[in-house]
T-cell receptor, first 114, second 111 residues
Framework: SAVISQKPSRDICQRGTSLTIQCQVDSQVTMMFWYRQQPGQSLTLIAT?????????ESGFVIDKFPISRPNLTFSTLTVSNMSPEDSSIYLCSVVRAHTGELFFGEGSRLTVL | QQQVKQSPQSLIVQKGGISIINCAYENTAFDYFPWYQQFPGKGPALLIAIRPDVSEKKEGRFTISFNKSAKQFSLHIMDSQPGDSATYFC??????????FGSGTKLNVKP
């Protein structure tokens, strides 16, 4: 399986601030996804981050709120901007292994907004 | 529209029993059906997966049964153990593209 490291693992933030989550993968991957998991809920895809192009956002998610960077094939960041308590969630980075199509997740970044 | 429907929402099983979780999908373009196990405070971990060219796949105590005509697939956990207590998610994808997840099943295996 791919080794995916996320930072921070958890944080407590104030309303109106922004937080950037980093995702580092131990091998080069083409497709990288960012998911949100609200407490006790399933996983919701925020966007697909491909190297060298703009991220593709799912319905209900916009670039101004969740800007994503993908500078190379092993790294990506997700920023949660102008946070509100409704943004309190676990944010998960995931990658697809080429050829097998298997999807692997990082441990997640647990964000609490006060 | 929910692409993958999962049931039950929660499940209590005695140690040694069989846990069964069911999922259904609508999109016939899906060609990959994984199951994930998630413990509190952890990211989802890939447990087992199946492709529609087979009707069953077994790995240890975990078995996926797949019914292509009914567009349903299920996870069976044989000889369930307290350590299996976790939340399980089914998922589906097509052409290694987007993954759509079920709503999750919280399994509690009682000793």
């Amino acid at each position: 399986s791919a080794v995916i490291s996320q930072k921070p693992s958890r944080d407590i933030c104030q309303r109106g601030t922004s937080l950037t989550i980093q995702c580092q993968v131990d091998s080069q991957v083409t497709m990288m996804f960012w998911y949100r998991q609200q407490p006790g809920q399933s996983l919701t895809l925020i966007a697909t981050a491909n190297q060298g192009s703009e991220a593709t956002y799912e319905s209900g998610f916009v670039i101004d709120k969740f800007p994503i960077s993908r500078p190379n094939l092993t790294f990506s960041t997700l920023t949660v901007s102008n946070m509100s308590p409704e943004d309190s969630s676990i944010y998960l980075c995931s990658v697809v292994r080429a050829h097998t199509g298997e999807l692997f997740f990082g441990e997640g970044s647990r964000l609490t907004v006060l | 529209q929910q692409q993958v429907k999962q049931s039950p929402q929660s499940l209590i099983v005695q140690k040694g029993g069989i846990s069964i979780i069911n999922c259904a999908y609508e999109n016939t373009a899906f060609d990959y059906f994984p199951w994930y196990q998630q413990f509190p405070g952890k990211g989802p971990a890939l447990l087992i997966a199946i492709r529609p060219d087979v009707s069953e796949k077994k790995e240890g105590r975990f078995t996926i049964s797949f019914n292509k005509s009914a567009k349903q697939f299920s996870l069976h956990i044989m000889d369930s153990q307290p350590g299996d207590s976790a939340t399980y998610f089914c998922a589906a994808s097509g052409n290694f593209n987007k993954f759509y997840f079920g709503s999750g099943t919280k399994l509690n295996v009682k000793p």
